[in-house]
């Protein structure tokens, strides 16, 4: 009797159960990078409590002053600091790290055609990676703002947000708000996810993959600044980053948030298809 299909597939192979979700998020978890990134942003909340401290008791500087203040005016409001803080690079590099790693790391180990050849179909490798490093970076980036929330509430009490607007909201209806922006800011880093996963693809060097994404997205922070460009900055990936603070406003501000889930996903997109097409037709040696 034959024990492979004419079209050479062993019996009972089916391509898309090959790399199971649950079994390569549970391999990517137990990584030591992975462990330090999430752990990192866990601590970054005591580490910005006790400058508090200490900066409220040797600090006589009324803008030090002023940002100890703000930051310590109840549990949204420690958030929000947490988050400013985190932003625009702490979390672009924890994106990176678990995008450009993803890929690049298995040609460093030369496991990668090892992986190929169960095989694992290019597509669904490339697509089981990316949804574990979407899961890893969503659940650091929860993380950061649980722990923030959950320290700044116990230790500054549920005040309600004070606004970058000067107005106030409820401790419930400023959670609320602030799960929005989150959710924003989580959209708006799928531009550094799809670039990483690109230079991944590209590169056999995980930190070459990490490295060019961090710094892609310092170069366009630096051009956002260059008044010179004028409009052009608008079309700039991470041009909006910052806007999900006016999810914080009296009455939420929609406009630049639509558009700046606009460009993120259509960078994503653009990086994604890339990477899938390159990944394709790319010739695995490793």
């Known amino acids: 009797m034959s024990t492979t299909h004419s079209d050479g597939r062993a019996p009972g192979y089916v391509g898309s159960h090959t790399l199971p979700y649950v079994t390569e998020l549970r391999r990517q978890f137990g990584r030591r990078r992975t462990q330090l990134a999430i752990g990192f942003l866990a601590l970054l909340p005591v580490i910005l409590a006790i400058a508090f401290t200490v900066g409220s008791s040797s600090e006589s500087d009324s803008d030090a002053g002023g940002l100890i203040e703000l930051g310590t005016r109840g549990g949204v409001n420690f958030t929000v600091f947490a988050l400013f803080m985190s932003v625009g690079f702490l979390l672009i590099v924890v994106v990176a790290l678990f995008f450009g790693d993803s890929v690049a790391s298995e040609a460093s180990w030369s496991s990668l055609r090892y992986l190929l050849a169960i095989p694992v179909p290019r597509t669904r490798l490339l697509l089981q990676k990316a949804l574990v490093s979407a899961t890893l970076s969503l659940a650091a980036i929860g993380v950061l703002v649980g722990v923030s929330l959950a320290l700044g509430t116990a230790l500054y009490g549920a005040d309600p947000l004070v606004t970058p607007f000067g107005d106030g909201l409820a ?116």
């Open 171 to 286: 401790y419930g209806d400023a959670v609320a708000r602030l799960l929005i922006a989150v959710g924003y800011i989580a959209v708006n880093l799928l531009w550094v996810a799809g670039l990483a996963m690109l230079l991944s693809v590209l590169t056999d060097a995980p930190l070459g993959a990490v490295g060019g994404a961090v710094m892609t997205s310092i170069l366009m922070q630096i051009l956002d600044q260059i008044t010179a460009l004028g409009s052009l900055r608008n079309y700039l990936p991470g041009h909006y980053a910052n806007s999900w603070i006016d999810a914080l406003s009296p009455t939420i501000e929609w406009n630049d948030m639509v558009v700046g889930t606009s460009s993120a996903l259509a960078y994503a997109t653009v990086f994604g298809v890339a990477a899938w097409l390159r990944f394709g037709s790319k010739d695995i040696t490793s």
